[in-house]
């Protein structure tokens, strides 16, 4: 294979990841409405289910981050895609709760090391100018399996059986890895082109990456917004079916419409904050600009628990999708901006677990909530979290730049 092509196949692999990735932990969310009726699983124990597969994809998204920097990108996809295809493929042979339990944690554990993997092959394989939109690209798959999740799991439950909607893709992700692992490494290409993506052959020690204020800001926002997008994977399909009485089969031809939103707009917020730097605008300015836009477009979220129709109600969806798009595509690529070659995926690790751990502390109690109340109080506070994000953002990075940290 020429080699100047391998970036662009690379590109596809991190999308199909990605892509795989989002799809695989979205089989529940819609196969739960079975699931429920023939195992009599609570909203309770669901949450708790959530919670497991949270605990060990907070976990493993710091080891995996950090085991990305150590090993590279090659050899720590290759073992979370195969983790996690396996798992996947081990829900079809739940028959109770508590086996649902150990797959999810599974599930999880091979997952966790996805975003932090992809993150650091765009490093290792892209420059500045183009890292936005490489990272677009490569999280917009997460959007597109989102999309596809929906009206796929509800083709192939109704043709071969829920549980044949956990396998299928189980399988078509141990053919991935097994295609990655052919891929060419990406070390002799960033050495040869001498430019600021060189591979270190150390890590900067977590005491010095958890005393940097820019890392402790983006643990912070990853903290307050991951339970919007969780609550928005694992709730939504639900709260069709039981707020606007949308029928198990009729939620496909709505569901995916959010998720399609966000492919979109992970790829326009990396290609629209690239264009402003090869404009001539300062990478600062440029990534803080989309963010920024992110934001205001969120505030739309409270209007969900009021609007009479269920189109108007995903319409509105679709907006925070297509914001968070913006929003995480130029915070992943802020993150490679600051901490370069030798913490990306250290630093996009810590965050997601943060962001994990909010997560499972998070979805019980929204099960709570929901079980008490409604889904309003949920839907205001999703309307909050990011303009509260971008104001942390800008206040305790006000400048985006490399900085240089001590290796071990």
């Given at each position: 294979m ?6 662009l ?22 196969t739960?409405i ?5 195992f ?18 907070a ?8 085991l ?12 979370s ?5 396996i ?8 028959s ?7 797959f ?9 090391g ?16 183009n ?8 999280i917009g798959?997460?959007?597109i ?39 060419p490494?990406a070390?002799?290409?960033?050495q040869?082109?001498n430019?600021e993506?060189?591979?270190?052959k ?6 010095t ?30 709260y069709?079916n ?22 979109v ?8 904050s690239d264009?402003?730097v090869k404009?001539?605008?300062s990478?600062n ?10 934001a205001?477009?969120?505030l ?5 628990a ?9 319409a509105l ?14 915070y992943i ?8 070659g ?6 996009v ?7 994990a ?12 909530v ?39």
């Amino acid at each position: 294979m020429n080699r100047k092509y391998i970036p662009l196949v690379v590109l596809a692999f991190l999308f199909s990841a990605t892509a795989l990735s989002f799809l695989d932990r979205q089989v529940l969310s819609m196969t739960i409405i079975k699931i429920q009726q023939e195992f009599k699983v609570t909203d309770f124990q669901y949450g708790i289910v959530n919670t497991s597969f949270l605990i060990s994809y907070a976990l493993m998204f710091t080891i995996g981050g950090r085991l990305m920097d150590k090993f590279g990108s090659k050899k720590g996809l290759a073992v979370s895609v195969g983790v996690w295809s396996i798992a996947n493929s081990l829900h079809g042979i739940i028959s109770n709760f508590y086996h649902l339990v150990i797959f999810r944690f599974l599930l999880g554990a091979g997952e966790g090391g996805c975003f932090p993997g992809a993150a650091k092959a765009v490093f290792e394989w892209f420059n500045e100018k183009n890292r936005g939109l490489a990272n677009g690209i490569a999280i917009g798959g997460a959007a597109i399996g989102a999309v596809i999740a929906p009206p796929l799991t509800i083709f192939i439950s109704s043709k071969l059986g829920w549980r044949s909607s956990f396998v299928i893709p189980g399988l078509i992700g141990i053919v991935w890895v097994v295609g990655w692992l052919l891929i060419p490494s990406a070390k002799k290409r960033v050495q040869n082109q001498n430019n600021e993506a060189l591979v270190a052959k150390s890590a900067i020690p977590f005491s010095t990456i958890l005393k940097n204020k820019q890392a402790q800001t983006f643990i912070l926002i990853r903290f307050l917004l991951d339970p919007v997008l969780y609550f928005i994977m694992f709730w939504t399909p639900k709260y069709l079916n039981e707020q606007r009485n949308i029928s198990f089969e009729n939620i496909g031809s709505l569901f995916w419409i959010p998720f399609l939103a966000l492919g979109v707009s992970n790829i326009v917020g990396g290609f629209f904050s690239d264009k402003l730097v090869k404009k001539g605008v300062s990478i600062n300015r440029a990534r803080k600009t989309v963010m920024g836009i992110a934001a205001a477009l969120t505030l739309v979220a409270p209007m969900i628990a009021f609007v009479s129709s269920a189109q108007v109600a995903v319409a509105l969806m679709a907006v925070i999708m297509f914001a968070h798009g913006f929003w995480i595509t130029n915070y992943i690529t802020s993150i490679s901006d600051i901490f370069g070659g030798i913490g990306t995926s250290t630093v996009v690790g810590l965050s997601g677990t943060a962001g994990a751990i909010s997560g499972l502390i998070i979805n019980p109690l929204i099960g709570l909530v929901i079980q008490s109340y409604s889904y309003s109080p949920i839907w205001i506070a999703c309307g909050l979290m990011y303009p509260l994000a971008f104001v942390l953002f800008i206040v305790f990075i006000p400048k985006i730049q490399l900085v240089r940290l001590q290796t071990m």
